[in-house]
């Protein structure tokens, strides 16, 4: 049977602790550590701390999901569109290769909502500016003024970044 990456949510702080369980219990998890460094008042210490709160990935076929929800600390799967949610490898990889080469990491979840300004980043239309007009599952319909024309486009949530706030202000349609 195929196996899967999913995620999983933990109890708060218990994102090691349930790795460690999901190991006992040989089943192939990733955490994500992120190496910080903290300043204590005496010394600096790097540390290994989860990358996401609350969540750890997990790679199982699905008569394994019942055995991930026995794992102490393990509070349920992420579910999207009332299934739990599957992950891409390649997205897995792809953080492992990020924090391969880089420290100190920092993540930002970034939502768009109707009216936003955006920017898009990749793509056709990558460094132009829009308006958020409607939000959908994977992607945003931005409204994009150019040429005097009013087009509108489909874009990947993945694919914009939402403007600062004084930019919008400034900002006329």
């Known amino acids: 049977m195929e196996t899967k990456w999913y995620a999983v949510y933990t ?10 369980g999901l ?19 005496d010394r600096k210490k ?23 929800r026995r794992v102490d600390g393990v509070v ?5 569109l ?7 490898d390649e997205e897995i990889n792809s953080i492992r290769d990020f924090l391969k080469e880089y420290s100190n990491v920092s993540i ?21 500016v829009g308006r ?3 939000v959908k599952t994977k992607t945003v319909k931005v409204l994009l003024p150019t040429l005097g024309y009013i087009l509108t486009a489909e874009v990947k949530k993945g694919e914009i970044r939402v403007m600062a706030s004084e930019f919008k202000q400034s900002f006329i349609w």
């Open 46 to 68: 790097t540390i290994e701390e989860p990358l996401f709160t609350s969540y750890v990935f997990v790679k199982i076929n699905a008569n394994d999901h019942t055995n991930v």
């Open 11 to 20: 109890k708060p702080r218990w994102e090691k602790k349930v790795s460690d």
């Open 82 to 88: 009332g299934k739990p949610a599957v992950i891409r």
């Open 108 to 128: 930002q979840k970034v939502s768009a909502k109707v009216d936003d300004q955006i920017k898009i980043t990749s793509g056709p239309f990558a460094e132009m």
């Open 132 to 134: 958020v007009i409607a």
């Open 76 to 80: 349920n799967f992420v579910y999207w």
């Open 23 to 41: 190991c006992r219990s040989r089943i192939e998890n990733y955490c994500p550590l992120n190496k910080v460094v903290r300043q204590w008042s």
